[in-house]
């Protein structure tokens, strides 16, 4: 290959060597910039180059022109960007846009979906004047329910009534059935009247609700006065009674012979005691419930207690059960001078609060006194006024400030078993009230030797604390034998002949005259 730097140094010397050879490489040099296809670049168009590589010579005027023509060219790329919105088909039948807006009103569409069918108001304009107050409703009728642990009082207060009013209501009802004994989850229908001046509360002009099963309360306002009715509700107290044959199952086969499920509840824990349900009854059995049952003139019903169980296999009896004085159901199987009585015993289960245990059973470092002590039972952390549920069914011991434990509340289950919880910010029972599995006794506070809000919850068996988590809450049946007046067994055994002779559906000849409870 020719190249013309070996030629000049091969046959030229001296400085017209040196002059012949910078001429040379100042032409290769203006000769570098071509086009792409070889053509020549010229020299006045170089300083208006348009097209760099940015990656070269970076804060140079080519750089920046380069760049320039980069952001140009995104502009005129989006600039010619398509439109993709959705595009309106055209109608069937071409209508002004006055018809179409017609069209759109007049169809049914979900609310969901931003409807407006019908016709609409136009916005308002000068001729509309403000009203400077707007007149309320003369009454105000509404449904009100007492919830687990709830105060009469504040709930009718919620509902709208005034202190006055309420206070009244609660002393009247009160004289007519004990406020304890409305269950919670009763609804009262509540009318409130017009009020007698602004920001006054509404009076109470009606209230009705269903106090007892057989018992209905009316307080309306008469002649200014709150005034209350009672109106007894007729009620059929006649036993009821299921029979039938175990098929695949005992539980199934009942639910199928149309047994409450409570009855069968019953019935399985009577039975629980005396077989072992799953291997001593057979497909075949047959099976006997009665159970008091009351129907009121509404149609509404409610299932009492068990008054008798019986399974039969063959024609004889396996277990029969009765319920007699004192409420205890009686094994009448080997009657002779003893009657097997049934003993329930409870033991303690479920969650007293919605919480996480912060800390154990045991001993510790108390967190405020600064030395190691028994702690007597289990803390759960949980949010200042967090519900605090008894953990079964018992009799409130307690319910007051309680030294270190500060609001505290103390039930007794039976068995010698009873729970304790402390630090609450506030009490919702009373001493002397029953409470049921799940109720609302209080709520979580930080009272008493506390670092901060949480649930100190104790076990007591025999009035010894023991772990609560060693122990579970749960009702079992056992029988003993117990010895009994002649005279006793007799009218034992007449009861039982009594009400075995009841048929399915009738009523027990002077059921109301003998005693179950």
Do not use: C
């Not at 002779?336 to 049934?342: A, L």
């Amino acid at each position: 290959m020719f190249n013309p730097h070996d030629q000049l140094d091969s046959g030229l010397g001296g400085p017209t060597a040196g002059v012949a050879a910078l001429s040379l490489d100042q032409a290769i040099a203006d000769d570098q910039p071509r086009a792409a296809f070889g053509r020549k670049t010229p020299r006045r168009h170089r300083r208006f180059d348009l097209v760099h590589d940015l990656a070269e010579d970076i804060g140079s005027a080519r750089w920046y022109r380069g760049l320039a023509t980069m952001l140009g060219l995104a502009v005129v790329a989006l600039a010619f960007w398509p439109d993709f919105s959705a595009l309106e088909a055209a109608t069937s039948v071409p209508a002004a846009r006055e018809i179409r807006d017609e069209y759109r009103r007049q169809t049914i569409a979900p609310l969901a979906f931003g409807t407006d069918a019908g016709r609409h108001m136009d916005f308002a304009n000068d001729l509309v004047r403000p009203l400077a107050s707007a007149p309320e409703r003369p009454a105000i009728q509404l449904t009100a329910t007492l919830g687990a642990g709830d105060s009469f009082g504040r709930m009718l207060q919620r509902a709208g009534v005034g202190g006055e009013d309420a206070a009244q209501a609660t002393q009247m009802i009160a004289a007519a059935v004990p406020i304890g004994d409305i269950a919670p989850g009763t609804r009262f229908s509540i009318k409130l009247g017009k009020r007698l001046a602004p920001g006054m509360p509404r009076p109470l002009d009606k209230l009705d609700f269903r106090a007892r099963f057989d018992l209905a309360l009316d307080i309306s306002r008469q002649g200014g006065a709150l005034a209350l009715a009672k109106k007894p509700i007729a009620v059929d107290e006649t036993p009821l009674r299921i029979r039938g044959t175990v098929g695949q199952g005992l539980y199934r086969s009942a639910r199928a012979s149309g047994a409450p499920v409570k009855a069968i509840q019953q019935y399985l824990q009577a039975l629980d005691g005396q077989l072992n349900l799953e291997s001593d009854i057979l497909s075949g059995d047959r099976f006997d419930i009665i159970v008091a049952y009351k129907r009121s003139a509404g149609g509404e019903s409610e299932v009492g207690p068990l008054l008798y169980a019986g399974l039969d296999r063959g024609g004889k009896p396996r277990a029969e059960l009765l319920r007699w004085k004192g409420g205890q159901l009686m094994a009448a199987s080997g009657l002779g001078s003893t009657i097997e009585q049934s003993v329930q015993t409870t033991r303690p289960m479920g969650m007293p609060v919605n919480g996480h245990m912060t800390s154990g059973f045991g001993l510790r470092r108390h967190p405020i006194l600064g030395y190691t002590r028994m702690h007597a039972g289990i803390d759960f952390g949980a949010a200042w006024g967090s519900p605090i549920f008894a953990v079964s069914d018992g009799m409130v011991s307690y319910a007051g400030r309680h030294g270190g434990h500060g609001n505290y509340v103390r039930i007794e289950h039976g068995g010698g078993l009873g729970t304790g919880y402390g630090h609450m910010s506030r009490i919702a029972v009373a001493p002397g009230t029953r409470v049921r599995a799940g109720q609302v006794i209080g709520y979580v506070g930080s009272t008493g030797l506390s670092t901060g809000p949480h649930l100190h919850y104790e076990v007591y068996e025999n009035g010894r604390t023991v772990n609560p988590l060693a122990v579970r809450f749960a009702t079992t049946t056992t029988f003993v034998s117990a010895a009994v007046d002649p005279k006793e067994l007799a009218a034992f055994k007449a009861r039982l002949a009594q009400i075995k002779s009841v048929r399915p559906g009738a009523a027990l000849a002077d059921f109301g005259n003998a005693s179950t409870d």
